[in-house]
């Protein structure tokens, strides 16, 4: 049964690793972040049509609003580029934990199992 931590506290070998839900979830962030970007830009190209095409205040209402939902988006990018930084960083930390204690383990494994 696999926690958040992407640790499967109940596999055969008993306590073990596996990145691939970490792995999944930047992928699908990525992806995501790629996906907002898209809709920002499209959002942008749509805005100057309207300021180009458009010569009334009504227009001008609504590229404001416009402008509104840019700040908005670009706000709500920061914060999911901020929390897939994360991700990776918490996903870094488990291999480097992982690797220190097999580096720990294997120098002391002598003096516990001496030959």
């Known amino acids: ?10 596999s055969a070998d008993g306590l073990s690793n596996d990145e691939t839900a970490m792995l999944e979830t930047l992928k699908t962030l990525d992806r995501h972040l790629t996906d907002m970007d898209d809709a920002g830009v499209k959002v942008k190209t749509i805005q100057g049509q309207v300021r ?28 999911t580029q901020f929390f897939r930084d994360g991700t990776a960083m918490a ?11 097999n580096t720990y ?11």
């Open 1 to 10: 049964m696999p926690d958040v931590s992407g640790f499967n506290i109940n």
């Open 105 to 115: 383990a294997a120098g002391i494994s002598g003096e516990i199992n001496p030959k």
């Open 52 to 79: 180009a095409a458009y010569q009334a205040v009504s227009s001008e209402t609504h590229a404001a609003g416009i402008d509104e939902w840019l700040k908005l988006h670009g706000r709500v990018m920061q914060r």
């Open 91 to 101: 996903k870094q930390l488990l291999v480097d934990a992982e690797f220190d204690a």
